[in-house]
């Protein structure tokens, strides 16, 4: 188990022969089945197929690249997730990927859903998610967003400073309403991730400090007011963790307060929301846990620590996102050019890139890839896949193993892009965002289509 998904990278930049993490494929084709959605297999020519459709079929219909979503695998994820936590709710996090079909799936398979901000909650609204159902994020929500969250008649607004409760109040009182709010506590738990994507640590935007009193003086005052519906305390220490220690120090720490509440106030908090960031399989050097597992361990944590404090157990929501939708798809892309730099690698670049997946730009996060029109019986050599995009950090993959032949034309996919690609795509160059394509039993549809050039004109009003 690695210490986050930018470590192996940092200390192997530049190596010709990789991350020392990185083995040389007995089998060029061969597929890792943590890495895909439960329905990607070979056919016998060697070309991926999805739900059915070969990936030559999908790029006919709808071009590249394209984000290709299997549907059947992303409603699997969340069953799984639903039945492992029971009694607990799970809210699917919105901003790792939100479309109104998304959404439909989610009321369909009875997850609820988190959003940060308007536009967000705009999309659940209109994919059918019922209010209640829905929390509300963010660190600097606008008074306009609290009021239409508030006039909706969301489930949970998460507060995150002094200044949001002091808004959130006002329009209460003045839209004469009790919206019910839980206090997101910075624990001060140092999770084993990227910094960008790391949450909990006291030196960050998000939350009220725990060790500084600021959750308490936040809690003491909603309690005061009495015009906010106070249901409890929330947690989230980061993004892309595999280790549960750090949920199990959050929820000792978070529960300490939730008893001195209890103790200082006589309110015993109904609900506690340990927050998401599970992480998925990226490469082979990620061990992801079952969400089985993750549900066994985290509700352990809280019982234990709700007995040795003499606290009721409150009812527990988890915040999955990437866990879900992040494996469920992959982005089809087609090679255009092949350049070899003697004695330090092979460049492959294909017709995307960083405006359709920054996270590797961003936060140097490692990808897998694989030639996805064909097989091919020639050794594996090591490349590096690269977008089409005027900046040198323009990298999709940045290590991995293609097979010699690697050529114009070959269709090459890159698996676990479901989670934070989309949902941060760019028009860098004024290059257009590509579709999302569902496909499920044989049939492929654009839940969200692709950009055009005259989409981009549009908002252009010189």
């Known amino acids: 188990m690695r210490a986050h998904e930018a470590g192996a990278l940092h200390a192997d930049l530049g190596a010709a022969n990789g991350p020392s993490w990185l083995r040389t494929p007995g089998d060029v084709n061969a597929l890792v089945p943590m890495l895909w959605p439960k329905t990607v297999n070979r056919t016998q020519n060697g070309a991926l197929t999805v739900g059915g459709l070969s990936v030559q079929e999908l790029q006919a219909q709808h071009g590249t690249p394209a984000y290709i979503f299997d549907e059947a695998d992303f409603r699997d994820r969340c069953r799984r997730f639903k039945e492992a936590f029971g009694g607990a709710d799970v809210y699917y996090a919105g901003k790792a990927f939100i479309a109104t079909h998304i959404v439909r799936i989610l009321v369909e398979e009875?997850?609820?859903?988190?959003?940060?901000?308007?536009?967000?909650?705009?999309?659940?609204?209109?994919?059918?998610?019922?209010?209640?159902?829905?929390?509300?994020?963010?660190?600097?929500?606008?008074?306009?967003?609290?009021?239409?969250?508030?006039?909706?008649?969301?489930?949970?607004?998460?507060?995150?400073?002094?200044?949001?409760?002091?808004?959130?109040?006002?329009?209460?009182?003045?839209?004469?309403?009790?919206?019910?709010?839980?206090?997101?506590?910075?624990?001060?738990?140092?999770?084993?991730?990227?910094?960008?994507?790391?949450?909990?640590?006291?030196?960050?935007?998000?939350?009220?400090?725990?060790?500084?009193?600021?959750?308490?003086?936040?809690?003491?005052?909603?309690?005061?007011?009495?015009?906010?519906?106070?249901?409890?305390?929330?947690?989230?220490?980061?993004?892309?963790?595999?280790?549960?220690?750090?949920?199990?120090?959050?929820?000792?720490?978070?529960?300490?307060?939730?008893?001195?509440?209890?103790?200082?106030?006589?309110?015993?908090?109904?609900?506690?929301?340990?927050?998401?960031?599970?992480?998925?399989?990226?490469?082979?050097?990620?061990?992801?846990?079952?969400?089985?597992?993750?549900?066994?361990?985290?509700?352990?944590?809280?019982?234990?620590?709700?007995?040795?404090?003499?606290?009721s157990v409150p009812h527990l929501s988890v915040e999955p996102g990437r866990a879900i939708v992040g494996p469920s798809m992959f982005t089809l892309y087609e090679v255009g050019t092949v350049k070899d730099v003697d004695g330090i690698r092979t460049y492959v670049s294909v017709d995307g890139g960083m405006s359709d997946n920054i996270r590797p730009a961003l936060y140097d996060a490692a990808y897998s890839a694989t030639i996805a029109g064909r097989a091919s019986s020639e050794p594996p050599i090591l490349a590096r896949v690269v977008g089409k995009h005027c900046e040198a950090g323009d990298i999709v993959v940045k290590d991995e193993f293609l097979p010699a032949d690697v050529r114009a034309g070959d269709l090459l996919a890159v698996p676990g892009t479901g989670a934070y690609c989309r949902s941060m795509a760019s028009n860098y160059n004024h290059v257009p965002r590509p579709p999302v394509v569902a496909v499920v039993d044989g049939v492929s549809r654009v839940i969200v289509r692709r950009e055009t050039e005259d989409d981009l004109l549009r908002l252009d009003v010189g």
């Open 110 to 311: 009875g997850l609820s859903l988190d959003v940060c901000t308007g536009g967000e909650l705009r999309v659940a609204l209109n994919g059918g998610m019922p209010p209640e159902r829905i929390g509300l994020h963010g660190n600097n929500k606008s008074p306009q967003e609290l009021r239409r969250a508030v006039e909706a008649g969301v489930g949970r607004i998460i507060v995150d400073s002094f200044e949001e409760i002091a808004r959130l109040s006002e329009i209460a009182r003045e839209t004469n309403t009790r919206p019910n709010v839980m206090v997101r506590v910075t624990v001060g738990v140092e999770a084993h991730t990227h910094e960008y994507i790391a949450t909990a640590h006291e030196d960050q935007k998000f939350g009220f400090s725990l060790a500084g009193g600021a959750a308490e003086q936040a809690v003491e005052r909603i309690l005061k007011d009495d015009v906010l519906n106070l249901r409890g305390l929330h947690s989230h220490i980061g993004s892309q963790i595999f280790d549960s220690s750090g949920f199990e120090v959050a929820a000792r720490r978070i529960l300490s307060l939730q008893a001195k509440i209890h103790e200082v106030h006589g309110t015993e908090l109904p609900e506690l929301d340990l927050g998401g960031g599970f992480g998925i399989a990226y490469t082979t050097q990620d061990s992801p846990a079952e969400p089985a597992d993750l549900a066994r361990d985290l509700m352990r944590i809280v019982k234990q620590e709700c007995a040795a404090l003499h606290l």
